[in-house]
């Protein structure tokens, strides 16, 4: 998935000069999840699925950007803990504090910030969205087409 999602461009990223490519990425990442979550407010389901991969892959590709993709890595017991949490009782605030680490991780350059962003946002796909890891891997690479030659 991640070379999938390194090859794709954004407006905000697309004319941006490299030294400015990670604000624009960021940048691009909150809005697209700002995008994600009103269609979730605004009870969209049919944007869910689709909105929830362009966040994924502006993860990504932040990630491989800040060279931090290892650190996105989920073996199977953390995406069982992650699906065993309970549902949000306010997404809301999920919202925020995903907000918040990611502006901590940008300006603070602190990694560890944009990987507990990553896991609140992979537990809001799997739980408070319902889907399942497969079906979000399919949808993905639906979205995303790999480059000829790659495998999964």
Request: charged content about 20%; glycine content about 2%.
């Amino acid at each position: 998935m991640l070379d999938s999602a390194r090859l794709q461009t954004g407006l905000l990223v697309e004319n941006t000069p490299i030294s400015k490519r990670p604000a624009a990425l960021f940048c691009e990442l909150n809005l697209d999840l700002a995008v994600l979550f009103n269609a979730y407010f605004e009870q969209k389901p049919a944007a869910f699925l689709p909105d929830f991969c362009k966040v994924t892959a502006l993860f990504l590709r932040i990630a491989n950007e800040k060279k931090w993709t290892y650190l996105l890595l989920l073996p199977d017991e953390k995406l069982t803990y992650l699906e065993q949490k309970p549902v949000s009782r306010f997404v809301a605030d999920d919202y925020l504090i995903m907000q918040k680490l990611l502006n901590n991780s940008y300006f603070e350059r602190r990694s560890a910030a944009f990987v507990h962003a990553w896991h609140i946002f992979v537990k809001f796909g799997l739980v408070d969205l319902g889907f399942s890891a497969a079906e979000i891997q399919t949808a993905f690479l639906e979205i995303f087409p790999p480059a000829s030659g790659e495998q999964f």
